[in-house]
C-alpha cells in the first residue's frame, strides 16, 4: 500500500507550484522544490512533511503574518478555480496557522474559519485552546452556529478531548464543561458530517467522564432520529465496556438465556496478510424476546509482545426466544497505514451485550 507521505507527489507539487507562481509575484519554483526537496526530505513521514513544506512556504510569503495569511486566502479561491479541493495534502495551510500564527489571535480566528471551509483547521486550533482557553472556546461556540458546515463540524472537531493524532487536551479531558454548550447547539445539525463529530466528541468525553454523557443521553433521547443516531454512536464505549446504565438507557440489558456455541476457526494458523473466516451460533434459551450488541473481539499481538483487544460490530438487534442464529465473518490480517500485524498468538472472542461468551485462539505467522 502506498505510503500516506506519497501524496506530496509530482502530480502535487506542479499543482500547487503552479498557483504559487500566478499567486505570488517573482515566485521561483525551482528554488521552492530544491528547499522542499532537501536531503531530509525522504526520511521525512506524512506530519513532518506537511510542516516542512509549511516552513518553506513562509519564506516565500511577505514577512508580515496578515500580509502572508491574505496571500494563502488567495492561494485557496485560486486552488478552487482550478476545480482543486482541500485534500490532506493541503494541511500544509492550517500547519501555517499553526506555527507563525499563536500570537496573532484574531488574525488567526479569521484565518481558521476561512481555512478550514477548505481543509479542516481541527488540528491548528488546538494549541490556541491550550494558549486562549476561554476565548478560543467562546469562538468555537459562535462557530457551532455557522452557515457553513464545514465550520460547524470544526467547532466540534477542533475541541475533541481525544482527537486522534492531536495535540492533548488535558483541561477537556478532565472537565468537558466548554464543550458542552458547542454539542447542544449541533445535536440536531441537518449534517451528517457534523452528527459524525457530535458522536465522536461525546464518545471522547465518555472516556474520561462516563457521567456526564450519560447525562446528556438521557436528556437527548427521544429529541429526534437524527439526535438519537448521536447519543448512541457516541456511547459505543460506554457499550462495548458493558456499562451497566449505558446498556439499560438503550435496552441491552445482560442475560443468562443468551449461548453462544459451534465458534469455528477455519484455520488455526494464518499469515500476516491473509484472513481468518470464523461462525458461531446464538440461541436465546429464554421465553422473552432480547435485544443484543453482537461483536467480535480480536486480541492483537503488538510489537511489544503484549495482546490489545480491537472490537468489531457485527450488528445489534432483536433475538426471539428459542431461536438459533449462525453468523459468519472474515476478519483481514493485511496490514494498513493504520494498523500492523505481527506474529504469535492471538485470540477471537464473541462479545454479546458486552459480555464475552465464547473464545477460540489463533496463530499469526510471518
Not at 485552546?129 to 465550520?151: D, F, G, N, T
Request: glycine share 4%.
Amino acid at each position: 500500500m502506498e505510503p500516506f507521505k506519497n501524496i506530496y507527489n509530482d502530480i502535487f507539487f506542479h499543482q500547487f507550484t503552479g498557483v504559487l507562481a500566478k499567486t505570488l509575484q517573482g515566485f521561483d519554483k525551482r528554488q521552492f522544490l530544491q528547499q522542499v526537496r532537501d536531503d531530509a526530505w525522504e526520511a521525512r513521514e506524512l506530519k513532518q512533511r506537511m510542516k516542512h513544506i509549511a516552513l518553506v512556504l513562509h519564506q516565500f510569503l511577505p514577512g508580515q503574518y496578515d500580509q502572508s495569511i491574505e496571500k494563502i486566502y488567495s492561494l485557496i479561491t485560486a486552488l478552487r478555480k482550478n476545480d482543486i479541493k482541500g485534500g490532506l495534502e493541503y494541511m500544509i495551510f492550517t500547519e501555517y496557522v499553526e506555527n507563525f500564527g499563536l500570537e496573532h489571535y484574531n488574525t488567526s480566528m479569521e484565518a481558521m474559519e476561512f481555512i478550514t471551509q477548505f481543509i479542516s483547521c481541527e488540528y491548528a486550533i488546538r494549541p490556541f485552546i491550550l494558549r486562549y482557553p476561554e476565548k478560543a472556546m467562546r469562538q468555537m461556540q459562535q462557530w457551532s452556529k455557522h452557515e457553513s458546515l464545514h465550520v460547524r463540524r470544526f467547532s466540534s472537531e477542533g475541541c475533541r478531548p481525544r482527537l486522534p493524532w492531536a495535540m492533548a487536551l488535558p483541561a477537556l479531558k478532565k472537565d468537558p464543561a466548554p464543550i458542552l454548550p458547542i454539542l447542544e447547539n449541533l445535536k440536531d445539525d441537518t449534517s451528517e458530517f457534523v452528527r459524525k463529530s457530535v458522536a465522536n466528541n461525546l464518545n471522547d468525553i465518555a472516556k474520561d467522564n462516563p457521567d456526564t454523557v450519560l447525562e446528556i443521553v438521557q436528556k437527548w433521547q427521544g429529541h429526534s432520529s437524527r439526535t438519537d443516531w448521536i447519543i448512541k454512536h457516541g456511547s459505543r464505549t460506554l457499550l462495548r465496556q458493558a456499562h451497566p446504565q449505558a446498556l439499560k438507557i438503550f435496552g441491552l440489558t445482560v442475560s443468562d438465556k443468551i449461548v453462544v456455541d459451534k465458534l469455528k476457526l477455519a484455520y488455526k494458523s494464518i499469515g500476516i496478510g491473509e484472513a481468518l473466516h470464523f461462525s458461531f451460533n446464538l440461541t436465546n434459551t429464554g421465553t422473552k424476546p432480547l435485544k443484543l450488541r453482537v461483536e467480535y473481539g480480536i486480541d492483537y499481538m503488538k510489537s511489544n509482545g503484549k495482546a490489545n483487544r480491537k472490537l468489531f460490530k457485527i450488528t445489534e438487534n432483536t433475538y426471539q426466544p428459542g431461536q438459533t442464529y449462525t453468523f459468519k465473518r472474515t476478519q483481514s490480517f493485511r496490514n494498513l497505514t493504520t494498523r500492523k500485524h505481527y506474529a504469535g498468538q492471538h485470540a477471537l472472542s464473541i462479545v454479546i451485550n458486552g459480555q464475552e461468551l465464547a473464545q477460540k485462539q489463533f496463530i499469526v505467522t510471518a
